[in-house]
């Protein structure tokens, strides 16, 4: 009897999330989703080859969009994780021709969304495969993203867009992108990649955030002085708010990048935006937040369940490093739960998306309430994450 109770015990402790959520039918219906998803894509495609990743429904329609746009490979990184949980080879199949179709982005040096782009997409499938052709990809997106950093700044350029608001930008997001850099130096050994991450999160860390732990969206940069010259916001609410899936982006960036230095101000820089998150009075009681903190409109303002699935996917690799590991495990499982239960798309509807409620841009009335492929990949990213915890 003992020995039973112990056992159950165990088992309850190291399987928490699959104590919540039967992991094997959730996989098996965004199995079910993405094949109809498959078969909604070429529909959509209309002849415009350019066209290659879903994003999300808008007026009705399923959109998709072109290699340069920033969330091209999250729907391949999704069939990604969906071969790493079952092993089928027809995953990896499609995976490989989703992921193939951003390849042209390894020379794109127009932005700094390369992470985003390559690294969810090739980057997942170098890390399933170990396929030689990824990892050159991965090196030369590295090599062209590096090409945005200003040493005197100490950040790599963000956007090329609003000229005439911004010098030089650099938005919270591009904490997200550094991975890329990271692994590069990984395969390399070439350190300036490293060296470039490092400089690129130390002034972020300086100059993005408030006494609180919150983070603006925009910081603009003088490039002859290094200064800032402005703190604005894009996405969120007002230039003073906190846009909760930017303060997702810092709590899942910085502890990303003490996986790769072990330097503890980044873990620290975690722990303290995680508690601005979590302790947050205008935080639901699902912890699915609003699209922005300080919505002036809130319990009537639209939810981000994007922003849930990026704090859960941090929350489970934070607590892996953290004292308060116990805590930051519960939570992300409370969220991935609350997902799972509340937020997920119907069987066959929605084209194929996995969760519902996310918001892209509410500030200029674009993707409010609406699945995002950024979504699914996080929330995917998390179950794998919350299975082995
Ligand atoms: N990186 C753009 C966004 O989070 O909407």
Not at 73 to 102: C, D, H, M
Not at 195 to 200: F, G, Q, S, T
Not at 223 to 237: D, F, I, L, R, S
Request: proline share 4%; hydrophobic share 35%.
């Amino acid at each position: 009897m003992r020995l039973l109770g112990t056992l159950a015990a165990g088992v309850l402790l190291h399987g928490a999330l699959q104590a919540q959520v039967k992991l094997p039918a959730v996989f098996a219906d965004a199995e079910k989703q993405t094949e109809v998803m498959l078969k909604a894509v070429p529909e959509a495609r209309e002849g415009k080859a350019d066209l290659v990743s879903p994003r999300t429904i808008e007026n009705g329609k399923l959109k998709l969009v072109a290699s340069r746009d920033w969330t091209s490979g999250f729907f391949p990184g999704v069939l990604w994780f969906l071969y790493e949980y079952t092993g089928k080879s027809e995953w990896q199949t499609q995976a490989r021709a989703y992921t193939a179709n951003i390849e042209r982005e390894k020379t794109n040096a127009g932005t700094h969304d390369m992470g985003f782009k390559v690294y969810c997409s090739f980057g997942t499938g170098y890390r399933l495969t170990n396929d030689a052709a990824y990892r050159d990809i991965i090196i030369q997106s590295a090599k062209t993203l590096s090409t945005r950093f200003n040493p005197k700044v100490g950040c790599l350029r963000s956007w090329d867009h609003h000229k005439e608001v911004w010098g030089f930008p650099v938005i919270i997001d591009n904490m997200m992108n550094l991975e890329l850099l990271f692994e590069a130096t990984k395969l390399t050994g070439d350190s300036s990649f490293y060296k470039i991450a490092v400089a690129h999160a130390n002034t972020t860390m300086k100059n993005h955030f408030r006494p609180d732990f919150s983070s603006f969206h925009v910081i603009d940069y003088d490039t002859v002085t290094g200064a800032v010259v402005k703190k604005n916001t894009h996405q969120g609410y007002s230039h003073e708010s906190a846009w909760s899936r930017g303060q997702a982006w810092g709590l899942y960036g910085y502890t990303m990048c003490y996986r790769y230095t072990k330097d503890p101000a980044y873990l620290r820089q975690a722990e303290q935006i995680a508690a601005f998150i979590l302790k947050h009075p205008r935080m639901p009681k699902d912890l699915v937040p609003y699209y922005d903190f300080d919505a002036p409109g809130i319990p009537n303002e639209p939810r981000d369940a994007s922003a849930a699935a990026v704090i859960a996917s941090g929350l489970y690799e934070l607590s892996g490093y953290s004292q308060q590991a116990k805590y930051y495990r519960n939570t992300a499982n409370k969220i991935v739960t609350n997902l799972t239960k509340s937020y997920r798309s119907p069987i066959g509807e929605d084209f194929g998306f996995i969760l519902l409620h996310s918001t892209g841009s509410k500030p200029s009335n674009s993707e409010v309430d609406v699945p995002l492929n950024y979504a699914d990949y996080y929330y995917l990213e998390a179950l794998l994450r919350g299975k082995n915890k």
